[in-house]
């Protein structure tokens, strides 16, 4: 009879460099823990090591510098590592007893002066165009798909990083800086992207799924000034329930009742309707939103997207927004998953799709003069 061999359990590997050295070796003998924080939006990204330090080594000689780099690279022994980004040191913390210190770092650094407060005027420009110029101010290289977006004037009174997350915020775009690449990419085209995983509701652990509709509205109002007539134009965009809902049994609505109306005036037309899809389409991705915990896989990062199997009315395809790695000193390897549902076929309002259509194009528009 032929030996039981055991199964062989695999171990998690990282690389961590230091200033351009690899520093792995000495990290590996005393690590407690390495998690490593990504955001799809509003949050700079971050890396936290936590060390044991008995011998004071880390409080002491070997201290690390504020605003040195740390560039990490994660995955599985035996398998093709992925360096998942470039992080400036910011603070360390030392607790005692069972002495212990944890290094932070975050992928939008210290050493740009992207917290610094500008006063800055834009006329005649594009969305594209004034994320093009900040990303050359500061010297870093701009990553993402943006819609040349027609913007009459805009004032800038905050620093370049409060007022570009300002700014894709209000027109449903993620943006985010990591090492010397900033990000601003446009949701509507993640939300598109193929699955990177597939995962059974079963095989997950801390599950927590939230179907709602209280905050998905039936239709957002915006208003702007019409220069030449000096009327006050409002724009009614209707939500047409492509997106995943189970309709009510009654009135077979997918919406609230409720019409959501924009306070702050827009400078232009095409501003306004890009304000307002942005708005109804951010809403209708918040419908349904989920949060688990899986075994860790260096391609489970915010902006991909993952299906969800085996979880009946709430199953379908999920776009990561936030993603929490974490690895132990025994080698264990699991990832904190947030997300938000942009796909589900089997209770599509459409029978005839397979997939709700999230393109602008398929957003009913109504306007009306007012004087």
């Not at 990553?143 to 915020?169: C, H, V, W």
């Not at 209708?284 to 009315?313: F, Q």
């Amino acid at each position: 009879m032929d030996a039981m061999i055991p199964e062989q359990v695999p171990e998690a590997r990282f690389v961590l460099i230091y200033q351009q050295r690899n520093i792995t070796r000495n990290i590996s003998e005393h690590l407690l823990s390495l998690t490593y924080m990504d955001f799809l939006s509003g949050q700079a990204d971050s890396l936290d090591v936590e060390l044991e330090d008995a011998e004071g080594k880390w409080r002491d000689a070997w201290y690390p510098g504020h605003g040195d780099s740390l560039a990490l690279s994660i995955g599985w022994e035996g398998k093709p590592l992925r360096e998942v980004g470039r992080f400036e040191i910011d603070g360390i913390e030392l607790r005692c007893p069972a002495s212990s210190v944890t290094i932070r770092a975050l992928g939008t650094g210290i050493n740009s002066p992207l917290r610094t407060p500008e006063h800055k005027a834009y006329e005649n420009t594009t969305l594209d165009a004034v994320a093009k110029q900040i990303a050359a101010r500061q010297g870093l290289e701009l990553i993402g798909s943006i819609e040349p977006i027609k913007l009459d004037r805009l004032t800038q009174q905050e620093s370049d990083l409060e007022f570009l997350r300002n700014l894709a915020g209000e027109y449903d775009y993620a943006f985010k800086v990591t090492g010397k690449r900033m990000v601003f990419h446009a949701i509507s085209e993640l939300v598109k992207g193929v699955p990177v995983a597939s995962m059974v509701l079963g095989d997950l652990a801390n599950v927590t799924l939230r179907d709602q509709i209280r905050e998905v509205p039936k239709a957002v109002e915006v208003k702007h000034k019409e220069p030449a007539t000096k009327k006050l134009i409002s724009y009614t965009i209707n939500n047409k329930g492509e997106t995943v809902a189970v309709p009510s049994s009654s009135s077979k609505a997918t919406t609230s009742g409720d019409t959501k109306k924009k306070r702050k005036r827009s400078a232009s037309a095409e501003e306004a309707k890009a304000k307002a899809k942005a708005e109804l389409a951010r809403a209708n991705r918040e419908r349904t939103t989920g949060a688990w915990t899986a075994m860790g896989r260096p391609n489970l990062v915010s902006g991909n997207i993952v299906t969800l199997a085996a979880a009946g009315k709430l199953g379908g395809n999920y776009l990561i927004t936030s993603a929490r790695h974490q690895m132990n000193r025994s080698g264990g390897y699991i990832v904190d998953l947030e997300s938000c549902r942009v796909s589900a076929p089997s209770i599509s309002m459409n029978q005839n799709s397979t997939k709700p259509d999230l393109s602008l194009s398929t957003y009913g528009i109504q306007q009306e003069g007012v004087a």
